[in-house]
């Protein structure tokens, strides 16, 4: 049976970040700590004095624009509905907020193997990090002997303090972050499976995730592929004696899983192969 979390029924929760404004979040789904193939997924609502300076991560992250646009200056604006993909080792940014903006957020150990710091393990670190300097729009900073300042991505900061390393950052097939939009592709039908249409967005990088989005007609059967996330648009319907409704996320882990739509379903679906099978 897949894991299901329908997002109506998790409470929404302010939460302390390393980055400037506001922040309310749903903790939606979470990996392994310590593995490689660690995840986690949450419903971010950021509002008008959000601010994250231009930086970038040793992790993979899917972002789906909800509610209101999301800026990330010169690399584009997401306007709900859209998909991006965001690539470890790739800058992005500055993001800031002119509203209410509410975005599906999965970040993920990339090709590169670096893994991903869990939620709690990161704030452990913010607040550890906080016994040697201060947190102030998305950098720490830290005083230096003989005077003056250290200034540090707040997650590198966090990351290095954790591994006791230098964070070296993994290159990427790409120098930006990748903005789809599902609207402009086009359906193709799945086949031999009645009833069921994709729309399939981009294969990235070298562990091959890959992000479509499915058309599942009322009374049909979609099959989701093993290692997948899915994030449900609309619609309702069944997997796995489970009932998911608009906004649920499902997960499958080694085997496919059916989904049985009950009405009209549009449903995200991201593939992330095991990192021992994308290197093999």
Known sequence: MPALVNISDVPVVERQHARAGLFHSQ?????????????YVQLSQL????FSP????????????????????RDGVMRPGMIGYFPE???????????????????????????????????????????????EKGVFHRPK??????NQD??????????????EYPKSE???????DPQAVAWQDEPGAAGVRRKLLGVFSARATRISVLGIAPGATATLAPHSLAFVFSGRGTAGG???????????????????????SEVLEIQIPPLERASA
């Open 54 to 73: 231009r930086h970038r991560h040793n992790f993979d992250q899917v972002r789906v624009q909800l509610v209101g646009d999301a800026s990330f200056t």
């Open 174 to 180: 790409h120098g930006e972050p990748v903005f789809m």
């Open 145 to 150: 002997e003989g005077g003056g300042r250290k």
């Open 47 to 50: 509002h008008n004095d959000f």
């Open 89 to 135: 080792g790739v800058y992005y940014g500055p993001q800031e907020n002119a509203g209410e903006s509410k975005t599906l957020v999965l970040q993920f150990g990339g090709a590169s193997g670096s893994g991903y710091i869990s939620e709690e393990r990161f704030q452990q670190g913010v607040e550890e990090l906080k016994q040697f300097g201060t947190f």
């Open 242 to 264: 489970g009932e998911w409704r608009p906004h649920a996320l499902l997960r499958t882990e080694g085997e496919a899983q059916a989904l049985q739509a009950a009405e009209e």
């Open 154 to 167: 707040a997650y590198e900061a966090v990351w290095e303090h954790i591994h006791g390393r230098k964070l």
């Open 27 to 39: 903790s939606l789904l979470g990996g392994r700590e310590g593995s490689k193939d660690n995840f």
